[in-house]
T-cell receptor, first 113, second 113 residues
Framework: AQSVTQLGSHVSVSEGALVLLRCNYS??????LFWYVQYPNQGLQLLLK??????LVKGINGFEAEFKKSETSFHLTKPSAHMSDAAEYFC???????????FGKGNQVVVIP | DVKVTQSSRYLVKRTGEKVFLECVQD?????MFWYRQDPGLGLRLIYF???????EKGDIPEGYSVSREKKERFSLILESASTNQTSMYLC????????????FGPGTRLTVT
């Protein structure tokens, strides 16, 4: 089964600094990959997804992620953090053949003014 | 826009009560999912359904059951609620196919006392 690793449950970033959240996946086949964001007391919202059309994927709110097959990675970045980016972020990979997603444990992002 | 709604945002129940959590989606999605979310554990799949009256166990089905009598509605049932079922419950839906993302409801925060 596919799986995802997100290191560092809590990530602190200064306002205006680069946001970098790491995601590594294991998959026996070319994967479909997703990043979701969860604001406090809300459900998950799709930020972006990789479906093999382009290795650099742009999403909502200025986020982007780069698929690197050689590193089995799909790291999420944003050049300049805003206070509104404080949320929990989840990376996910499609599980082959059963329409399930395998989620990482999430990164709680804190933005420091 | 896809909309996934959940019957309650907050719910407080007593130990031993039977609890119903309802989820409705309005986009004719074949697949529906129930997750629970706990701090440090990420999202864990309880059950999912790929068609009316069809269901499959997820990673943590013990103590739960589900019902899908209509395509748009997926219910999670706690037959006899226990305190260790206090959690955030998230419903999601998707089209069939690994390329498709899941759409999430706002969640139900259940407290069992």
């Amino acid at each position: 089964a596919q799986s995802v690793t997100q290191l560092g449950s809590h990530v602190s970033v200064s306002e205006g600094a680069l946001v970098l959240l790491r995601c590594n996946y294991s998959s026996s086949v070319p994967p479909y990959l997703f990043w979701y964001v969860q604001y406090p007391n809300q459900g998950l919202q799709l930020l972006l997804k990789y479906t093999s059309a382009a290795t650099l994927v742009k999403g909502i709110n200025g986020f982007e992620a780069e698929f690197k097959k050689s590193e089995t990675s799909f790291h999420l970045t944003k050049p300049s953090a805003h206070m509104s980016d404080a949320a929990e972020y989840f990376c996910a990979v499609s599980d082959t053949g059963n329409n399930r997603l395998a989620f990482g444990k999430g990164n709680q992002v804190v933005v420091i003014p | 826009d896809v909309k996934v709604t959940q019957s309650s945002r907050y719910l407080v129940k007593r130990t031993g009560e039977k609890v119903f959590l309802e989820c409705v989606q309005d986009m004719d999605h074949e697949n529906m999912f129930w997750y629970r979310q706990d701090p440090g554990l990420g999202l864990r799949l309880i059950y999912f359904s790929y068609d009316v009256k069809m269901k499959e166990k997820g990673d943590i089905p013990e103590g739960y059951s589900v019902s899908r009598e209509k395509k748009e509605r997926f219910s999670l049932i706690l037959e006899s609620a226990s305190t260790n079922q206090t959690s955030m419950y998230l419903c999601a839906s998707s089209l069939t196919g690994e390329v498709y993302e899941q759409y999430f409801g706002p969640g139900t925060r259940l407290t069992v006392t």
